[in-house]
C-alpha cells in the first residue's frame, strides 16, 4: 500500500466499489428477468449480514491503526524525555566529549523532524540510520570517559549517563519496531478489501431484486468506504503526511538546546 498515493487508494477504492455495485445490480437483474423465485426479504437479510461483516472488520481495522497511531506519540513524548536525560547529564563529560555530545544530540533531534517534515518514507529510514551511528558515537564517549576512573563520583555519573543513553536505545528501537515494521498485515487488506466487494456485490443485487433503479447514493456510499479505507491507509503509513503524529516535543527539545548553548556563547 505505501507504494501507492493515497488518492489512488481513494480512488481505486471507489472504482473498485461501484464495480463491485454494478456487478451485483446486473446479476440480480438478470435472475429477476430469468425467474420471479427469488424474493426481496432473504436477499434483504444476506445482504444486511455481510454489510454486519464489512462494519466489523473494518471497525476492527481502524482499531488497530488507531492504537498504533496513539502508541507513536507517546514514543515522541518518550523519545524526547529520554534525549532530554542524556542531553543534562552529557553535562558531566570533560571537554571536548561535552561539547560534542550536545552537538551529536542536536543533531539527533533535527536529524528526526527533518525526517517527518520530508514525508518521505527513505528520509525516515536515512534517519534511523543516522540515530544509530549518532547513538554508538555517544555511548563509545560515554564508556572511555567512564573507565579513566571507575572509582570516582564522576564515574558514577558516567553510568548514569550510559543508563540515560541505553535508555534512548531502547525508545529508538521501539519507534523503530512500531512507526516502521508495526504494519497492517497484508492478509487483514486482502480480507477487508474482499469483504468490501462482497458487500457491494449483495447491495447491487438486492437494489436489482427489489425492483429498484440504480441511484446516486450508491456513489455516496462508495465515498463512503473510500474515504475511511484511506483513513486507516493514512494511519498506517509511518511517515503520516496525512495524519502526522505532532513531533512538538521534540520541537520544545530542540529549542531548549539550542537556547542552552546560545546561552553559553554569550557566557563565554
Not at 15 to 41: C, F, M, N, Q, W
Not at 105 to 117: A, K, P
Not at 184 to 207: E, K, N, Q
Not at 243 to 254: A, K
Amino acid at each position: 500500500m505505501d507504494a501507492l498515493a493515497l488518492w489512488i487508494v481513494s480512488a481505486a477504492t471507489l472504482v473498485a466499489i461501484l464495480v463491485g455495485i454494478e456487478g451485483g445490480y446486473r446479476l440480480g437483474r438478470a435472475t429477476r428477468a430469468r425467474s420471479e423465485d427469488e424474493k426481496e426479504s432473504p436477499v434483504s437479510a444476506i445482504a444486511g449480514t455481510i454489510l454486519a461483516m464489512l462494519a466489523f472488520i473494518m471497525a476492527f481495522t481502524f482499531g488497530i491503526v488507531s492504537d498504533r497511531y496513539d502508541a507513536r506519540k507517546a514514543l515522541v513524548l518518550e523519545e524526547a524525555n529520554a534525549i532530554r536525560t542524556a542531553w543534562l547529564r552529557s553535562a558531566f563529560l570533560p571537554e571536548p566529549d561535552r561539547g560534542e555530545a550536545v552537538a551529536l544530540l542536536r543533531q539527533y533531534v533535527e536529524g528526526r523532524l527533518s525526517s517527518v517534515r520530508s514525508g518521505d518514507f527513505a528520509a525516515v529510514q536515512r534517519a534511523v540510520v543516522q540515530s544509530g551511528d549518532i547513538q554508538r558515537r555517544l555511548w563509545d564517549m560515554a564508556v572511555v570517559n567512564a573507565r579513566k576512573d571507575m572509582n570516582s563520583d564522576v564515574a558514577a555519573l558516567y553510568v548514569d549517563a550510559l543508563n540515560a543513553l541505553n535508555a534512548l536505545t531502547n525508545v529508538h528501537a521501539s519507534r523503530v519496531s512500531v512507526g516502521i515494521h508495526g504494519r497492517m498485515p497484508a492478509g487483514i487488506w486482502i480480507a477487508l478489501y474482499a469483504l468490501i466487494m462482497l458487500s457491494m456485490v449483495a447491495v447491487g443485487y438486492h437494489t436489482a431484486i427489489a425492483g429498484s433503479r440504480r441511484s446516486w447514493m450508491m456513489l455516496i456510499l462508495g465515498l463512503s468506504f473510500s474515504l475511511v479505507i484511506t483513513l486507516i491507509a493514512a494511519l498506517d503509513r509511518p511517515q503520516g503526511g496525512y495524519v502526522p503524529v505532532s513531533q512538538q516535543p521534540l520541537e520544545e527539545l530542540r529549542s531548549a538546546i539550542d537556547a542552552a548553548v546560545a546561552g553559553q556563547k554569550v557566557a563565554h
